[in-house]
């Protein structure tokens, strides 16, 4: 079992960045996020493997989002910029077997909100 706790979200300008902090309870071979937008069905943002030498992106977040992760602390960071009003949602960290459909733990989720 992997407990996740997330961090970082809040409300931003469009145009503007943000950073996501997941702490992982232990080590993870994967670690992602994912996000669910009001009305919409939760999607894979990124991911992540333990080694940092393979990382996987949504076509939406290409180029803007960027996920890496710090061993040492069993944390997992997404840095995002030029965001946009659709990425306002609430983002979930993810561990374990993380793939685009779905992982095997979860955090409970932190709010990003971005103001156009």
């Known amino acids: 079992q992997v407990q996740l706790v997330e961090s970082g979200g809040g409300l931003v300008q469009a145009g503007g960045s943000l950073r996501l902090s997941c702490a992982a309870s232990?080590?993870?071979?994967?670690l992602g996020w994912f996000r669910r937008a009001p009305g919409k069905e939760r999607e894979f943002v990124a991911a992540?493997?333990?080694?940092?030498?393979?990382?996987r992106y949504a076509d939406s977040v290409k180029g803007r989002f960027t996920i890496s992760r710090d061993n040492a602390k069993n944390t997992v960071y997404l840095q995002m910029n030029s965001l946009k009003p659709e990425d306002t949602a609430v983002y979930y960290c993810?561990?374990?077997?993380?793939?685009?459909?779905?992982?095997?733990?979860w955090g409970q989720g932190t709010q990003v909100t971005v103001s156009s």
């Open positions: 232990g080590r993870s071979f994967s």
């Open positions: 993810a561990a374990g077997v993380v793939g685009t459909s779905g992982a095997s733990y």
């Open positions: 992540i493997r333990w080694s940092g030498d393979n990382t």
